[in-house]
């Protein structure tokens, strides 16, 4: 198993807990619809943090990378669109977080840190065993949640790398029974 099958596996699962309301069906749905209202960012400031947040999270290999299929400008339209004031708030606390680690540690904001620098701090991250509420491990969590959410309900890796049919097989509507 590869690294990216790997994370389809577990973003279905953290994405289908975190939206259990919705019927299955419903969530590549509301997935392409996001897509559709999202527009591209500025790269500055917060934008540039989750930009490059999400290409670590899914870098560009042999299939497209998260910002290639427009990850995160579906991820400003959770942030401004869906989520709650006491939510954004504490991802945005989270995300101010993360640039202070990163210029604590290696001098700079995170979206200007080199590749090894910036895998460095999310492997701490990722093996954070206690999550502080607004802390930088926390809000990491939340983007890499919504990174494979936003990558694998993205036209191009629905189309071309899963290759999921939107109506399977053929209907036939008044035939003769």
Known sequence: MNRRDLLQVIGGAVTLEALSALAPQRLLA????????AVPLQPTGQPALIAALSERILPES???GAIAVGVPAFIEVIIH???????RTR???????????????FGGD????????????IGEWDT???????????????????????????????????QLKRLPGRYDGCVPV
Do not use: C
Request: aromatic fraction near 8%; proline fraction near 4%; charge should be negative.
């Open 81 to 87: 669109h869906w989520m709650t004031d006491e939510e």
């Open 128 to 162: 954070a065993r206690q999550r502080e509420p607004a802390g930088a491990a926390d809000a990491y969590g939340r983007i890499k949640d919504l990174t494979v959410y936003g990558y694998f309900t993205s036209k191009p890796i629905v189309e071309n790398v899963l």
């Open 30 to 37: 509301l997935g392409e619809e996001i897509h559709r209202n």
């Open 91 to 105: 991802l945005e606390k989270g995300l101010t977080a993360i640039d202070a680690a990163a210029t604590l540690r």
């Open 110 to 121: 995170f979206a200007n840190l080199t590749i090894d620098q910036q895998n460095t701090l």
């Open 62 to 64: 042999d299939t497209p």
